[in-house]
Structures are given as structure tokens and as C-alpha cells.
């Protein structure tokens, strides 16, 4: 995610009349890629916050606090020497390239007025901020390139500083049909690349937007003049409002990770905000950008622990099936002893084994079992049967840990399930705390991530007005069962994990209630992607979860199967307002 030159300018604008005029009056630098100001007058107070971060390159005004480390880089140490106590006298952005210069008044070593410029360099992951002098000189920079690291430019204290080379594009002010029509005939790229290539400041994702708004499933060099005017007429017209800071607004989407722009994404088919203000849209998409990021690591440590203890469980499952599959044939011991003792007496004994009439079997042949030749046939009888008490014992046993650990593999699957499926990290610290009790987790650890408050179901409302819960974490289907009343009607899709569905209605249901509550049922589960997913239904009075049972587990009766064809995404999914009070 980065800021193109359109997006660029109008935040320059936006901030230039923001904040020029304003002192700088604290410098740090919280991490190694990036730098803060702490600009202030006359009780205004803004903090600039400048990152070369090469997934995200950045700068925009931000009231969030960092955490600064115990000694300042050198960097820092620079800029505060010469930063300190200058104003910012304007921001300005070169041409629809991504650097931005910001020019400091400041003093000299002697004292005498001289201007600092601390150039911007947001280049993806050659992205930079240097601090330049008054004679145009590097003073130093948060990454230092030198020609070792380098054959095109070397940014080192006490060399002239020379900004990123241009690409030689074509300015989008000025861009016409003509050439790029000229351009697309001279290539075999589609639309987008052709614009994303030859225009400057026009990043992949307008380039995409622009190309399916004009040409969606042309090629570029079968459109004609006129068509070509036209998306350039668009990039002119899109320049012009940016370069002028004639835009007041942006449009951010949301989805796998934020994507946002000065001009509406169509192409994206999802329905965007708009966000007043460009500071406040960059803002808003690195807030959304960060707790993707957040949900995404919290997710994944808690998949490891979760998916660490099923393979564990697994294995045990495994090995205890062995076990009772050996301990099959422990019914011959018992066979064995009997047959010695009904036949004392008449027994002979032939190399070390005994031959006994087999009165098991109506044609009674004779059989040989094999004796300890230290004990008498009496002695071995008892042996055999102290051997069939241990064999049967240690079935029992097996099968008892057995039916123990394919519950707590259910369990896992559920909780695997749960952490998937959380829509955000509140409901991720819920599970945290869940696994915590388990003891996958140090208490600590899970108490640490504790969320504020518990996170609430997905609501619902179907089409003839009846409310339905779906619920997130299993100690919230815990909740979801006990809280309701005992006339609600429950769901769960048939022998697999998922969520806990309840009909909020002491009258029944009606087959369209019932269907959509089944929809949701299997949708919001692991058979999502199947067919015919079979949801089993039931009133809440006949739901009940077993003493010491994990949670989200219940035993339930006198229900009913609805079959859901192919579970279809709910159109009127509540969950962000609802997730969390």
C-alpha cells in the first residue's frame, strides 16, 4: 500500500495549509524507519510523522503516541540539532512524483537565518528521508546509500543531494490521447500498464480503475484516439483538482486490507466510505491497515498453539486405536484358561505346550496352548486369566481415553474453527482467554490479552422481521444457550464445527425463518464451501451442555434436519456494530 502522486498532492495541500507557519518543537524517532515532529503555535499542536517504511511509505499528521526508544539514532540527533525551534514554511511535492520536500527556517551554527529542507522520499522500498543543508548538501539521512550499495545515487553525508530519478513519464497535467494511443500502438501491454507506465504519479490500483471504467475488456492497442482522450481527459481533470488542493474527501475499502483513493473504486465491486479530510483517510487507512495486521499475527500464534495440541490429540488417537486393535485377541487368554482347567486330568503335555479337548467348539478338536513350565496347569490357568483382567482392564481404560480425547479433538476443531472465522481481535482475546484455561497458553499470556469487554453475536434480522443470534467463540454459544429462552429454536449444522444459531421466538417459526436460520447456520461453520450441508433444529429446552463439558459443547434432542443447498453469504450481516460495546 503506498500514496500515489495523485493522493499525494491533495494531502500537501491539505496539510501545507494545516501546518506551515508552525515550530518545530520535539523531534524523535520511534523506529528505525521512521521519524515524528512535534509541531506547534499559539496553542495549536500537530504531530508529523514521516515513514519510510518500504510496505508503506507514509507521511501524515497523527495524534497516536509512540514508544521512543532510550537513545535516539543519529538521525534523530540531526534533526533535532537543526530542526529544533525552526518553522515549517511550506510543504510542496515535485511535480506527481512521491517526494515531498518540507523547508524548515532555521539558524545556522553561527546563528544567521538559513533554510533546512528534509526531503521525503516515499519510493517503496527504496524509500528514504534525508535532511539537506542550506548549500544543498546531505547532512544525513534515515538510510544511508552509498555507491557500494548504489551505481545510480548515493546519499551520504557531505554529498550534493540529488533526488530520485524520474521514470520519464509523462506529467498527467498535461497528458494527451494522442500520446498515449501512440504509446499502447508501440506496445502489447493491456490498458492499465500502459497508463500505470507512461503516466507519472499514477500508481497500479487507479491505473486499474481508470482502464475499467473506459476500456474493461479492451485491449490497449484496439482502442482508438477518441477513447484514449477520453481516460486522459479523466487523468487531466483527476491532476488538476489533486494539484490545486481543490479535493476535500477520499473513498477508503475495506476488506482483506485497506485500499484507498481521491477517486471512487468501482472496479473493486465493494461499496466504499468516504472520509473527509485526506489526512484523515491516509489516517484511517493505516489504523485499518494495523489491526489487519494485529488480527493477522494473533490469529496465527493462536492457529499454531490450537493446531500443535489437535496433531498431538491426533497422534494419541492414533496410538490408543493401536493399543485396542492388540488387545483384540484377549479373549483367548480367558479361552485358554478355562480349557486348562476343564481340563485337568485328562490334559497331555507334548513340547511344552498343553493338548486340551476345546469344549468351545461342538466338534470339540484338540488345541495346544502354551504353558510356563515353572507352574503347574493349575498355576498357568491363573496366569492366563490374571493376563485377560490386565488386557481387559487396559481396554477399558484405552477406551475411556479414547472417547476422552476424540471430545477434546472435537473441541479443538472448534475452537480451530472459532479463531479462522473471528472477525476481529476483541473476539481473537476471547479465544485466547479460552485457550489460556486450557492450558495451551500461559494464564498470563491469555490474562494479558484479555479484551475490554465481551464481544456480542452476530445479529441478524430475516425477512419476516424475526431477530437471530449467531455466535462468535464457543464461550459465547455457552452464552448464546443459557441466556435464551427455553421456547427459542437452536441450530447447528450436523456433526461439524460451527456456530451456535438461535431463533428469538417463543412462537415458532416460519419455514422462511427457519431456511434463513439454517442458511446461516451452515454458512458460518467449516462446511461453508459444501453442498446439501445438513443443520439440525431444535427448541433451546432441549439443548443441554453435559457437567464439565468444554465449551461450547451440548448434547441436544427431539430435533428436526433442514438441508441447506449451497450456503450463501448473509446480506445483512450486523457484526460491526455489534461486535463490541
Given at each position: 500500500m503506498s500514496l500515489d502522486g495523485f493522493v499525494l498532492n491533495a494531502l500537501v495541500h491539505e496539510?501545507?495549509?494545516?501546518?506551515?507557519?508552525?515550530r518545530c518543537e520535539k523531534v524523535h524517532q520511534p523506529t528505525r524507519n521512521t521519524a515524528t515532529l512535534l509541531l506547534t503555535a499559539k496553542g495549536k499542536k500537530h504531530r508529523l510523522v514521516i515513514s519510510a517504511d518500504p510496505a508503506w511509505p507514509r507521511v501524515l499528521v497523527s495524534p497516536a503516541a509512540w514508544e521512543n526508544p532510550p537513545s535516539p539514532p543519529f538521525f534523530c540527533l540531526m534533526l533535532r540539532k537543526y530542526l529544533t525551534g525552526a518553522r515549517l514554511t511550506k510543504l510542496s511535492v515535485a511535480g506527481f512524483e512521491r517526494v515531498v520536500t518540507a523547508a524548515f527556517l532555521g539558524r545556522d551554527e553561527l546563528g544567521n537565518a538559513a533554510t533546512y529542507r528534509l526531503m521525503i522520499e516515499l519510493t517503496g522500498r527504496h524509500s528514504n528521508a534525508?535532511?539537506?543543508?542550506?548549500?544543498?548538501?546531505?547532512?544525513?539521512?534515515?538510510?544511508?546509500?552509498?555507491?557500494?550499495?548504489?551505481?545510480?545515487?548515493?546519499?551520504?553525508?557531505?554529498?550534493?543531494?540529488?533526488?530520485?530519478?524520474?521514470?520519464g513519464r509523462v506529467s498527467p497535467e498535461s497528458v494527451t490521447g494522442e500520446y498515449l494511443h501512440l504509446a499502447a500502438s508501440e506496445s502489447e501491454d493491456p490498458v492499465h500498464k500502459v497508463l500505470y507506465t507512461n503516466i507519472q504519479g499514477v500508481?497500479?490500483?487507479?491505473a486499474n480503475?481508470?482502464?475499467?471504467?473506459?476500456?474493461?475488456?479492451?485491449k490497449a492497442r484496439d482502442l482508438n484516439l477518441p477513447e484514449w482522450e477520453l481516460i486522459a481527459a479523466q487523468v487531466r481533470e483527476l491532476a488538476h483538482a489533486a494539484g490545486a488542493g481543490e479535493v476535500r474527501a477520499g473513498y477508503i475499502y475495506r476488506a482483506d486490507k485497506a485500499r484507498f483513493h481521491i477517486l471512487p473504486l468501482t472496479h473493486l465491486g465493494t461499496p466504499g466510505e468516504e472520509i473527509l479530510g485526506i489526512n484523515a483517510l491516509v489516517a484511517e487507512a493505516l489504523l485499518f491497515s494495523n489491526q489487519?495486521?494485529?488480527l493477522a499475527a494473533l490469529r496465527g500464534s493462536l492457529r499454531r498453539l490450537v493446531a500443535a495440541a489437535l496433531a498431538k490429540t491426533e497422534r494419541r488417537i492414533q496410538a490408543l486405536r493401536g493399543d485396542l486393535l492388540k488387545s483384540e485377541g484377549s479373549e483367548k487368554l480367558r479361552r485358554f484358561g478355562d480349557l486348562l482347567y476343564a481340563n485337568l486330568g485328562t490334559q497331555r503335555l507334548e513340547g511344552g505346550e498343553a493338548v486340551v479337548i476345546d469344549?468351545?467348539?461342538?466338534?470339540?478338536?484338540?488345541?495346544?496352548?502354551?504353558?510356563?513350565?515353572?507352574?503347574?496347569?493349575?498355576?498357568?490357568?491363573?496366569?492366563?486369566?490374571?493376563q485377560y483382567a490386565r488386557a481387559q482392564s487396559t481396554t477399558q481404560h484405552a477406551e475411556e481415553r479414547l472417547r476422552r480425547d476424540l471430545s477434546h479433538l472435537a473441541y479443538l476443531e472448534t475452537l480451530l474453527y472459532g479463531i479462522d472465522a473471528a472477525p476481529d481481535v476483541e473476539t481473537l482475546h476471547e479465544i485466547s482467554l479460552e485457550i489460556g484455561a486450557m492450558g495451551l497458553m500461559p494464564a498470563t499470556a491469555a490474562a494479558k490479552r484479555q479484551a475490554t469487554a465481551p464481544s456480542l453475536p452476530r445479529k441478524f434480522t430475516c425477512p419476516d422481521g424475526v431477530s437471530i443470534s449467531v455466535g462468535r467463540t464457543n464461550t459465547q454459544n455457552d452464552r448464546l444457550v443459557r441466556e435464551a429462552h427455553p421456547e427459542h429454536i437452536w441450530l447447528h449444522v450436523q456433526k461439524a464445527p460451527g456456530s451456535h444459531v438461535l431463533i428469538h421466538s417463543t412462537a415458532g417459526a416460519s419455514e422462511t425463518t427457519l431456511h434463513y436460520a439454517a442458511n446461516l447456520a451452515a454458512y458460518y461453520s467449516t462446511l461453508r464451501a459444501s453442498t446439501n450441508v445438513p443443520v439440525d433444529f431444535t427448541q433451546r429446552k432441549f439443548v443441554k451442555r453435559p457437567k464439565e463439558a468444554p465449551p461450547g459443547y451440548v448434547?441436544?434432542?427431539q430435533q428436526r434436519t433442514l438441508y441447506v443447498r449451497q450456503p450463501t453469504a448473509p446480506l445483512d450481516d450486523q457484526q460491526d456494530s455489534n461486535s463490541s460495546t
Open positions: 496539510l501545507n495549509a494545516e501546518l506551515v507557519g508552525l534525508v535532511l539537506v543543508g542550506p548549500a544543498g548538501t546531505v547532512i544525513d539521512a534515515l538510510t544511508r546509500v552509498s555507491m557500494n550499495l548504489s551505481s545510480v545515487r548515493a546519499v551520504m553525508p557531505g554529498l550534493h543531494y540529488d533526488p530520485p530519478p524520474t521514470q500508481s497500479g490500483l487507479l480503475e481508470l482502464a475499467y471504467r473506459y476500456a474493461p475488456n479492451a489487519s495486521e494485529q469344549y468351545y467348539d461342538e466338534s470339540m478338536p484338540e488345541v495346544r496352548i502354551p504353558l510356563d513350565a515353572k507352574l503347574s496347569f493349575a498355576d498357568n490357568a491363573k496366569q492366563y486369566y490374571r448434547i441436544y434432542e
